[in-house]
């Protein structure tokens, strides 16, 4: 039998084993998980099956090489071996213009089938080396100001995402991996220096491993958990007032200029204003810092802030009304 | 006069004076100015006294490079070009260890004389290229989970640090000074890649603006300015309770982690343990979790913390204590 098999030893050394069952199973019993068939997503099956697990296995297909069409039957089949549903989709166009319109795409999949199969719960692969790869990504990208890597939960799309093995490295899967004796599919396009996150990989982390310190990566990791905790500490401060319709001036001018960003800005997020700058921030609190009330203000998505004597509320543009600046 | 000849013009493009002029023009009229005879510390300097500032210069020479005398000479003939009390002196060996060392005594030397003198206020000329190399630098070595650059001003060994040209960048410092007509001497070693912040200078923030964003520098800056207002808040949130004598283990298991990791790194600075680390940090966590009272631990600087049943205090370890450790 097929699952038997999969699920029966060999065993991976104790300590991993012990590290990856124990963030696997505090998982919800009925949930989906990504699989690319890489490393990692093997990695994360196998561990979500051995902890007692019965997760609906998603694959999607970007469709950007050739082989993409092998990976989803290897997925497919890696599934049945489990006994598990399975769920493929495959991109209505290869064309792409970005990494993060394929991440979009891909996400857009995750949400569909969470619809479709009435389940809201999502483990995904990510591991220690994304997060550090993902934190330099942050920091170098103009809007990096709240870079500190992905959280192990967060809500996204009416999804909850779950990244159990976000504190593990990359070498442990492979030791996993092989303890295990699992095959997964290697994907080329991640050897492809065009895309920012491989240079990041291939190139960046070694140069500051080689360079600076061999240590880099753990040191990188440990801010990622230190500044994670910070932003849901801030964050929490601010929710309620940031549920509030409208923003008090008085309030705003108040508090330190750091609770103000914090407050602004998981206002404008909570409101629907998407991609949120620093600079959308820097503006509605120079709106709250003028005299008096009467001035607006234009901000991402088509949503404009306005500035009464006492507070500051958010408005959709009108069709057609002409752009509306903080000079006008 | 030499001092009118100084001061007068040719000006530097009016939007880089005003920007430069305005923050120096905020600091205490009577203050210190370190100068090293380089680039920023010239531009710092001529800023201060175009500004109407009499500033004392100081110099500390480390004895380095060969031509570190002439350095020290060249800013005692600075300093009395603009007509200002200088003081200079030589690190008494040659021999340094580290960058670090280096840096240790010559901040002792700024401590020594701003208590001979009775001036605690003292301006440095760091930079936005300095500010970035800081954070880059924090970030890659272990200790960096506080990573966020350097602060505008700074309390340290009973001095207040004044970083005024902490945002304006060095090409703005170069514009300054060709405008101003000023001289200043190239230091050889800040070519010197054996130290780590001219590799990062040299090497990293190059390699990143060239392979990963042109806008590299401005993104690590911004979030340096972010970062240093949420340390500030967050700072602020914890410093009252810091300051008392014990650590509540109720209150502060209450605490969001990321509030507990600020209180108890904050308490443990204030009673004096040096060097707190992100493990210091977590050992007292990991105490006041501990069902009851009982339990010590060993801390840097030959600190220990103590767990009665309600809260947790420091003492110093006795001569010839053994080393107490949280197995014991």
Redesign the interface.
């Known amino acids: 039998m097929l699952l038997a098999k999969a699920v029966q030893p060999p065993a991976p050394p104790s300590h991993l084993l012990h590290a990856i069952l124990s963030v696997v199973e505090e998982l919800p019993s009925r949930l989906l998980v990504g699989v690319s068939g890489g490393l990692d997503s093997c990695v994360l099956l196998d561990a979500l099956v051995l902890s007692g697990k019965r997760p609906i296995v998603l694959h999607f297909d970007h469709g950007w090489r050739p082989e993409s069409g092998e990976d989803a039957a290897f997925v497919g089949r890696l599934a049945a071996s489990y006994g598990l549903p399975y769920r493929q989709e495959k991109a209505p166009s290869a064309a792409r213009d970005s990494e993060a319109a394929a991440r979009r795409e891909r996400y857009d999949f995750f949400a569909r089938a969470s619809r479709s199969l009435g389940c809201c719960d999502l483990a995904l692969a990510h591991h220690a080396d994304d997060q550090v790869e993902t934190l330099l990504l942050q920091?170098?990208?103009?809007?990096?100001?709240?870079?500190r890597g992905m959280r192990e939960f967060e809500l996204r799309n009416g999804l909850r995402l779950h990244r159990p093995l976000l504190w593990i490295e990359r070498k442990e899967m492979r030791e996993y991996a092989k303890a295990r004796n699992l095959s997964w599919r290697e994907d080329r396009s991640n050897q492809d220096c065009r895309y920012?996150r491989n240079?990041?990989r291939h190139?960046?982390i070694p140069?500051?491993e080689e360079?600076?310190?061999r240590?880099?990566r753990?040191?990188?990791l440990?801010?990622c958990?230190?500044r994670i905790?910070?932003?849901?500490?801030?964050t929490?401060l601010v929710r309620q007032r940031a549920e509030e319709e409208g923003l008090s001036v008085v309030e705003l001018r108040n508090a330190?200029?750091?609770?103000q960003?914090?407050w602004i800005h998981l206002w404008l997020r909570r409101r629907g204003v998407p991609d949120v700058s620093?600079a959308d921030v820097e503006s509605v609190r120079w709106l709250a810092s003028e005299p008096r009330g009467g001035k607006q203000l234009s901000l991402g998505g088509g949503w404009k802030a306005i500035r009464s004597d006492g507070a500051i509320s958010l408005r959709r543009k009108e069709e057609g009304e002409p752009c509306v600046s903080i000079n006008s």
Chains 1, 2 share one sequence.
């Open positions: 920091l170098l990208r103009g809007g990096g100001t709240h870079a920012l240079r990041v190139e960046l140069f500051l360079r600076f310190s240590h880099a753990r040191a990188l440990r801010f958990r230190v905790d910070e932003e849901e500490w801030m929490g330190p200029v750091a609770e960003r914090r620093l």
